[in-house]
């Protein structure tokens, strides 16, 4: 009878189910999105002429509980001008296999050059494609943007961007998203081109 109780009663379970509404996804063809603000792939952003705004001063770097990013900053000149002021990072790397996003390392940033995308599909098959560099990590160019290096376009001095950067903060549209996640991708040039699911 004890048996007959308990077959039934999982039969009941499995039967209730049947009519719950589908939790599976259909990934990869149609990826969840997740919440707006979820922690995902990082991004170094740019100035609305291009120039990047991380500066190479390594506090995300020193910030990070895992020791997941390495910052080398090199100095800018007339000639090879990548950030305004004086420094920029020459090598910048992230290894995600190290990451446990956190978000530390975005509250430390003085320029608010590194932000996080909600973009999650990092999955590799070996751990040196898990170590993102600029190539990965930079914003892509938005159209009126131009490829560094060159000259400040926006004033005579670094001042002139930062004290400016909250009525024009040079967001780095079509970054802070997961490319799937808005249909659209941005590529190099910063058009922007309307792409089904991948
Ligand atoms: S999110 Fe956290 S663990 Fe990842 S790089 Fe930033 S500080 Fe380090
Ligand atoms: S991302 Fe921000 S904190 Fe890190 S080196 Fe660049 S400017 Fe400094």
């Given at each position: ?39 995902g792939r990082h ?51 992230i290894?995600y296999a190290?990451c446990?996003f ?15 995308s909600?973009e999650y599909e990092l999955a590799r098959?070996?751990?040196?494609d898990l170590?993102f560099?600029?190539?990965e ?41 997961a ?20």
């Open positions: 009878m004890g048996t007959f109780t308990g077959s039934f009663k999982g039969f009941g379970v499995t039967f209730a189910h049947m009519f719950r509404k589908v939790v599976t996804t259909d990934y990869p063809f149609s990826p969840p999105k997740p919440a707006p603000r979820y922690h991004i170094l952003n740019r100035h609305p002429d291009g120039l990047e705004k991380c500066i190479g001063c390594e506090l995300c770097a020193w910030a990070c509980p895992a020791d997941a990013i390495y910052v080398e900053g090199g100095d800018n000149t007339d000639e090879q001008r990548f950030s305004p002021g004086e420094r920029y990072a020459s090598i910048y790397q290894n190290r446990i956190c978000g530390l390392c975005i509250e430390a940033c003085p320029t608010r050059s590194l932000t996080m909600n098959d070996n751990r040196q170590i560099t600029k190539k990590l930079l914003a892509p160019l938005l159209p009126g943007m131009e490829q560094p290096p060159h000259p400040m376009r926006l004033g005579e001095t670094d001042k002139d961007y930062y004290l400016g950067a909250l009525d024009n903060p040079g967001t780095s549209k079509g970054a802070e998203r490319p799937w996640a808005t249909n659209e991708v941005v590529d190099g040039s910063g058009e922007a081109a309307k792409e089904g699911v991948r």
